[in-house]
Every structure is written in C-alpha cells, then in structure tokens.
C-alpha cells in the first residue's frame, strides 16, 4: 500500500498551460525528490528538498519550479508547459539519517507517477 | 562522471526459468545500492545492499554485492509471469544522490 500520493495519474494538456503536479507522503519522512523518467532512460533528479523550506535543483535542468511548506507536501508547478516537457514524473522520498546507511533509512519509496503528455 | 550500468536491457524468458540480472557502478562515495521493480505504477523496493558478498533473499528473488567488481545481481529462481516488469538498480552516494539505471525490462511468458 503506497504512502505516497501523486495527482493527476494522466495529464493531457496544450502547449503555454499551467500544470502543478501533487505530491503527498504520510510517513513524515524529511527528504523528497521528483524524477524524470522517458521511456527506456534513467530517472533523472529535477528537484530535492530536504525539509520544510528547502529546495535544490537536481542534476537535470528543468523549467519546472517546487515548493515545500509542509513536510508531507511538495508540489511541482511548469508556469509554460511545451511538447519538451512530454514525460513521466515520479515522486519520491526517503528518511537519511546521517550516517545510519544499514537501518534502511536511504530507501527512496514512490510515488505511482504523473504521466504528462503536452501537445 | 557517475554511472550505473545494467544489462541486459531487455530479456525474454518462459514461466519456471532462471534469469540473472546485473548491474555495474562506477560512483565515488558509494554507500549502498538498491534495486527496485517497476511495473505500471510505483517503482517498488526490492533490496538494498552495503556489504560484499552477503546475499539479501526474498522468496524467489535474492540479491548480492561485489564490491569489488563494482557489480551486483538480482536473481529470480522459477520465474512467473507476475515476475514481468522493469527492474531498476541504483546507488546511492549521499544524502540525496541517486544514480539510476536505464533497468533491464524482462518479460515472463507463461
């Protein structure tokens, strides 16, 4: 049963929209992340954010923007989106612990992904 | 520059086989690697491994590392086609560094 909560599943939109994708997690963990993920590609990190009011970009450059104002909360928004920004968005988050790298506390858990088709 | 790589990248097999995945990492500051199973929604958690050599098992799948050769395998004894889906290896080398795999997409025919 997941605990993490992404909306919509599927989003078909035309080009110069608006879109925010949800993200919920209610395992109170500190970190979260959204991927990047094209068919048959890696996942690549577009943002991370390690608690409340903290937001990174992540290796991939990405038009998109985030927020983090509650912990189990953290929202992807594209102000312009374009055919470009076609792909799956997956959300994660995991609960590092400094150096407890053998409790299990680094294991990314998942969203189920939004599926964003611009045309 | 840090990279995961798996192979094969796809892989087709009948209901009962053994496959054997793996996965290679070139990473500084590596602390564990873990592989999940992605069908249709969630990539879910598999394994994760720190130490060489110590085999992780859950029912039919088990998992080891090799530091060493930089290189780990996933196993899947008497495959089913519920066993169908792409499984993704990553490792991880900080506090929010994760480097993916492209995943090896295997699908089980009954």
């Known amino acids: 049963e997941a605990d993490i909560y992404q909306t919509p599943r599927y989003l078909v939109i035309g080009t110069g929209k608006k879109i925010t994708l949800e993200c919920s997690q209610t395992?109170?963990?500190?970190?979260m992340y959204w991927y990047q993920q094209d068919p048959g590609m890696e996942l690549h990190l577009i943002h991370y954010?390690?608690?409340?009011?903290?937001?990174e970009k992540g290796d991939l450059s990405s038009e998109s923007t985030v927020s983090r104002i509650r912990t189990e909360h953290f929202p992807l928004t594209l102000e312009s989106a374009r055919p470009s920004h076609t792909s799956q968005y997956l959300c994660?988050?995991?609960?590092?612990?400094?150096?407890?790298?053998?409790?299990?506390?680094?294991?990314?858990?998942f969203g189920a992904g939004s599926r964003l088709t611009v045309l | 520059e840090d990279k995961v790589v798996q192979s094969p990248l796809s892989l087709v097999v009948h209901e009962g086989d053994t496959v054997t995945l793996n996965c290679s990492y070139e990473?500084?500051?590596?602390?564990?690697l873990l592989w999940y199973k992605q069908e249709k929604k969630a990539p879910t958690f598999l394994f994760m491994l720190?130490?060489?050599?110590i085999e992780k098992k859950s029912g039919r799948l088990s998992s080891i590392l090799d530091k060493k050769e930089l290189s780990s395998i996933l196993n899947i004894t008497a495959t089913q086609t519920g066993d169908s889906a792409i499984y993704l290896c990553?490792?991880?080398?900080?506090?929010?560094?994760?480097?993916f795999g492209t995943g090896t997409r295997l699908k089980v025919l009954a």
């Open positions: 720190t130490s060489s050599g």
């Open positions: 990473v500084t500051n590596f602390r564990s």
């Open positions: 990553a490792s991880n080398s900080g506090t929010y560094k994760y480097i």
């Open positions: 994660a988050s995991s609960e590092y612990k400094g150096q407890a790298v053998h409790s299990g506390a680094n294991v990314l858990t």
């Open positions: 395992m109170g963990h500190d970190k």
């Open positions: 954010s390690y608690g409340v009011n903290s937001t």
